[in-house]
């Protein structure tokens, strides 16, 4: 790193741990992404914006990730956008303080302290929203709402609304928007041959969550299923402790997994999703058109993130690439074989429907509102 760079670096990490140790975290995050930490004036700039517009705010709204603020080049999370468009559309009313980079947690922790109103709203996959509110674990069952735009049309169908939105209100949750990120794939470890084929997932060690339902569809596509804690994996992938895993492309480059694999097969099964929630009692506190402002600051990032979609997946697969590790892409007929192995027809998920759905029937409008096209369009790999 030459000279320039150096000091560069220097005043930016300088100017960061100045405004932190000022308790203005948020306003050096903002700077940071706006990339102005570089400027002394610039960043006291900021943090003077921020301070003016918290003051002048009636209520604060602390929202915390697991994703730092640049994760979102790969990883649409859309974090820094969601601030913005929620303090906006409530014109001040809300100042948003953001927690991410899993300052106060990840996963479950989160969705924990949003029920218990430790904070207001926080972003987590919907596994782990599932212990709260089962019936959102359906998602996870195999090609029923897998490719991005069956879970766009799903999640923001009447279907969903009126089966599913009642049952995570009745756990204390407001459902503010749901992220797409792209589908789980298949990625196999250095020194591993493609799976292209159920038939290729013979004696492959899987590593897989907690999901009682992914564990089962991959002991039906023909796989090993070896549950692995999230933390764990990276090295139970180089030491071979487990062959293969599930999440998504931009979760793969985001948490740094691009120098163990070899190969990535985009199978389509299940969605890598995530919802942003917030404690309801505290959103039912708000004054109307607070709320009604904080949704229409949600429905402008969810716009926001889908439209960000398929740029994020480029940029995580030319950076896998430029690792080595190769793309496969499968056709309509090869998908219809993983889809006819491991699909939610078979008999096998018919205990999975009536307990998450409630019955056969509701289960049957979910499948037939996530195939049917609404008012948002996403991008498919």
Request: glycine share 8%.
């Amino acid at each position: 790193m030459n000279k320039d760079k150096l000091e560069l670096a220097s005043a930016e990490r300088r100017n960061f741990l100045k405004l932190s140790a000022t308790g203005a975290f948020t306003a050096a995050l903002v700077a940071g992404a706006g990339g102005v930490l570089w400027s002394s004036e610039a960043a006291a700039q900021t943090a003077k914006e921020e301070r003016e517009r918290e003051n002048a705010a009636d209520h604060v709204m602390t929202i915390a990730t697991a994703y730092v603020l640049g994760a979102s080049r790969s990883y649409p999370i859309m974090q820094l956008d969601l601030k913005e468009n929620i303090q906006n559309a409530t014109n001040g009313k809300v100042y948003v303080k953001l927690a991410p980079g899993g300052q106060l947690g990840a996963g479950g922790s989160l969705v924990q302290k949003v029920q218990g109103g430790t904070i207001q709203a926080a972003q987590h996959s919907l596994s782990n929203f599932a212990p709260f509110a089962s019936t959102v674990d359906l998602i996870n069952m195999p090609y029923l709402c897998g490719s991005n735009q069956k879970f766009t049309n799903l999640v923001n169908s009447d279907t969903w609304k009126n089966e599913v939105h009642p049952k995570v209100e009745a756990a204390g949750f407001k459902a503010l928007f749901y992220v797409v990120i792209d589908p789980r794939v298949v990625a196999v470890r250095q020194g591993g041959n493609a799976i292209i084929t159920p038939g290729d997932m013979s004696g492959v060690k899987f590593r897989v969550p907690g999901s009682k339902m992914l564990q089962q569809y991959y002991r039906m596509a023909g796989a090993n299923p070896t549950p692995v804690a999230w933390g764990e994996t990276p090295s139970a992938i180089k030491q071979g402790v487990a062959d293969a895993l599930d999440p998504s492309v931009g979760a793969l480059f985001v948490f740094g997994f691009k120098d163990i694999l070899s190969h990535v097969t985009f199978t389509q099964a299940v969605p890598d999703s995530q919802v942003y929630s917030c404690n309801l009692e505290w959103f039912n506190s708000m004054p109307p058109d607070v709320q009604e402002g904080i949704m229409w600051g949600a429905e402008m990032t969810a716009h926001q993130n889908l439209a960000k979609v398929p740029s994020a997946r480029a940029y995580a697969m030319a950076e896998l690439n430029k690792a080595g590790v190769e793309f496969h892409s499968l056709s309509s007929d090869q998908l219809a074989e993983w889809e006819s192995v491991g699909g939610y027809q078979n008999a096998e998920w018919d205990p999975f429907k009536t307990e998450l759905a409630g019955s056969m029937d509701a289960f049957e409008k979910l499948v037939e509102a996530a195939g049917t096209q609404g008012k948002y369009y996403v991008h498919d790999a």
